[in-house]
């Protein structure tokens, strides 16, 4: 049973920073490509980092300078540095794996930015 929880959500101050962690179970998470994405109240999902199993890791431009994403395959976890946090990023995280045609998500973590 593949299983990715994520942790480390919460409320934070802006210009604050958070650190979210997806942990993974039931799939060789070392060979898979693995995302965080996040959805806004009335608006879609959308994609913020990704990181293959290999090479380059991407940002969206609204992520790029402030957001940071790793993985640490020895512990099977995805993480997500968050800084400099802004009202907008305001959402629910959700962690993403994918392998070929095979894909699963997170139940996702609560981010809100406020003062």
């Known amino acids: 049973q593949v299983q990715l929880v994520e942790s480390g959500g919460g409320l934070v101050q802006p210009g604050g920073s958070l650190t979210l962690s997806c942990a993974a179970s039931?799939?060789?998470?070392?060979?898979?490509?693995m995302g965080w994405y996040r959805q806004a109240p009335g608006k879609q999902r959308e994609l913020v980092a990704i990181?293959?199993?290999?090479?380059?890791?991407n940002y969206a431009d609204s992520a790029r300078g402030r957001f940071t994403i790793s993985r640490d395959n020895a512990k099977n976890t995805l993480y997500l540095q968050m800084n400099s946090l802004k009202p907008e990023d305001t959402a629910v995280y959700y962690c993403?794996?994918?392998?070929?045609?095979?894909?699963?998500w997170g139940q996702g973590t609560q981010v809100t930015v406020s003062s």
């Open positions: 039931g799939i060789r998470f070392s060979l898979y490509a």
């Open positions: 990181i293959p199993s290999r090479g380059s890791t």
């Open positions: 993403y794996a994918q392998l070929g045609l095979r894909d699963y």
